[in-house]
């Protein structure tokens, strides 16, 4: 009996190890608080929302087969009545959890999916819904996989001006696409532009890609912008 209770503690540690994907390390570089959120795309929600101070970490354990997005959320405060909101990133909820609400454009996006077609990780960086702040995508423990960034602060330095957001002391805390700022389905990919054939780049996504090489500038930038790993941990870093 003693024999079988082992081999069965040893059978429910094996499942609950297998049963997480990945851990993902959320870092915090920037000289200022963020608060990070997620949103769950497949499989259960992770903390949807948490205050990271200045060089600070979290750490969220993703199971097998999850699909989801990280974002930052920065400029935050709470009002009179105890409504927390966001100037750039805010979900909504007026929490500091966004409890499966996504990023109010502009943001950067992380889009991740674990053990996905075969076995994979598939993973990018995402300006199609704007910019808010740098970050970088860096696979742990695995030398054979690449790492994915936007390091430069598209903000201050090479958004237009018709596509910046200000805040109330006129600093840009985000640089829209041009989908959102000019609701074109040239810019959108969207009616006749609705294929990789007709939806071409454009300056507004050249101008994302020059600074941002390696993250999607628009809908079908996929073939610079789609990184892949196998059986990674991964750390991402704001401000990188």
């Known amino acids: 009996m003693a024999v079988n209770f082992s081999m069965s503690v040893i059978f429910f540690m094996f499942f609950l190890q297998g049963s997480y994907a990945a851990n993902i390390v959320i870092k915090n570089n920037c000289p200022y608080?963020?608060?990070p959120a997620t949103l769950t795309g497949q499989g259960p929600q992770l903390l949807t929302g948490f205050e990271l101070a200045s060089q600070a970490s979290q750490t969220l354990q993703v199971p097998n087969s999850w699909s989801g997005r990280v974002w930052p959320r920065f400029v935050c405060s709470n009002d009179?009545?105890?409504?927390?909101?966001?100037?750039?990133?805010?979900?909504?909820?007026?929490?500091?959890?966004?409890n499966g609400n996504g990023a109010a454009p502009p943001a950067s996006l992380l889009e991740f999916t674990l053990a996905g077609f075969g076995g994979k990780d598939f993973y990018d960086i995402s300006l199609v819904d704007g910019f808010n702040l740098p970050v970088s995508i860096v696979p742990q423990n695995r030398a054979d996989c690449n790492s994915t960034s936007c390091p430069v602060d598209i903000?201050?330095?090479g958004c237009p001006d018709e596509l910046s957001v200000k805040s109330p002391d006129g600093g840009v805390i985000g640089c829209k696409s041009a989908c959102l700022a000019f609701q074109q389905p040239q810019y959108c990919c969207t009616g006749q532009y609705s294929s990789p054939q007709t939806c071409k780049p454009t300056k507004y996504s050249l101008?994302?890609?020059?600074?941002?090489?390696?993250?999607?500038?628009?809908?079908?930038?996929d073939a610079t912008s789609t990184f892949t790993c196998t059986g990674a941990d991964y750390l991402i870093t704001f401000c990188p």
């Open 33 to 35: 608080t963020i608060w």
């Open 80 to 98: 009179a009545t105890g409504k927390f909101t966001c100037l750039s990133g805010d979900c909504g909820t007026g929490q500091v959890t966004c």
């Open 155 to 157: 903000n201050n330095h």
């Open 207 to 221: 101008q994302f890609k020059h600074l941002c090489p390696q993250a999607y500038s628009y809908a079908y930038d």
